[in-house]
């Protein structure tokens, strides 16, 4: 009765069958593992262009982050560079990366003269940078619409504002008065 009761509880397979099972429950995650690697592999990999130094460069990163991305691809900005989007900001598929090198220019403001490190592309632009106010009667050499570049040197003359200038003098000038008849 033992062996009946086995067979009721427990079928006995044949051995082919046994590992079939196994082997398709192995397939089975091994193509799960596969489809859910090649989809992180996709959602993770970004092809972002990057321009930096008058180039173009087509780069395909892992990183999150725009930093990351510059990193992986050897461009190692400097102070005063401007970089759009910011370094910290996520990366997506298509994403366009300028790096734009600034220039050394020397200014010379209220007399001072410093040596400053900057990427604006006009002189004005660089004076708002660099928190220089200017009246509408100071002077700045060469012209605030001219392009930024390394050895430029820019210069602020001051207008001094006296107020307006008045003078007094005694003017000859007799004042004719004409009689008008009553009627």
């Given at each position: 009765a033992i062996p009946f009761r086995r067979w009721v509880l427990e079928p006995e397979r044949p051995a082919g069958v046994r590992s079939g099972l196994l082997s398709a429950l192995i397939l089975a995650v091994g193509l799960c593992g596969g489809v859910a690697g090649a989809l992180g592999y996709s959602a993770l990999r970004k092809d972002v262009t990057i321009i930096a130094g008058g180039?173009?460069?087509?780069?395909?990163?892992?990183?999150?982050?725009?930093?990351?991305?510059?990193?992986?691809?050897?461009?190692?900005?400097?102070?005063?560079?401007?970089?759009?989007?910011?370094?910290?900001?996520?990366?997506?598929?298509?994403?366009?990366?300028?790096?734009?090198?600034?220039?050394?220019?020397?200014?010379?403001?209220?007399?001072?003269?410093?040596?400053?490190?900057?990427?604006?592309?006009?002189v004005v632009d660089l004076l708002h940078e660099r928190g220089i106010v200017l009246s509408g009667r100071d002077k700045v050499f060469p012209d605030r619409t001219a392009r930024v570049y390394t050895g430029l040197r820019v210069r602020v003359v001051r207008i001094p504002f006296s107020g307006p200038e008045t003078r007094s003098r005694q003017l000859s000038y007799r004042t004719p008065t004409t009689r008008i008849p009553r009627r």
């Amino acid at each position: 009765a033992i062996p009946f009761r086995r067979w009721v509880l427990e079928p006995e397979r044949p051995a082919g069958v046994r590992s079939g099972l196994l082997s398709a429950l192995i397939l089975a995650v091994g193509l799960c593992g596969g489809v859910a690697g090649a989809l992180g592999y996709s959602a993770l990999r970004k092809d972002v262009t990057i321009i930096a130094g008058g180039k173009t460069v087509r780069h395909t990163t892992f990183g999150r982050t725009v930093a990351d991305a510059l990193s992986e691809a050897q461009i190692r900005p400097r102070r005063g560079d401007t970089i759009a989007p910011q370094p910290g900001t996520p990366l997506s598929a298509g994403l366009i990366i300028v790096v734009r090198g600034a220039a050394t220019v020397t200014m010379v403001v209220d007399g001072n003269a410093v040596q400053v490190r900057s990427s604006s592309p006009t002189v004005v632009d660089l004076l708002h940078e660099r928190g220089i106010v200017l009246s509408g009667r100071d002077k700045v050499f060469p012209d605030r619409t001219a392009r930024v570049y390394t050895g430029l040197r820019v210069r602020v003359v001051r207008i001094p504002f006296s107020g307006p200038e008045t003078r007094s003098r005694q003017l000859s000038y007799r004042t004719p008065t004409t009689r008008i008849p009553r009627r």
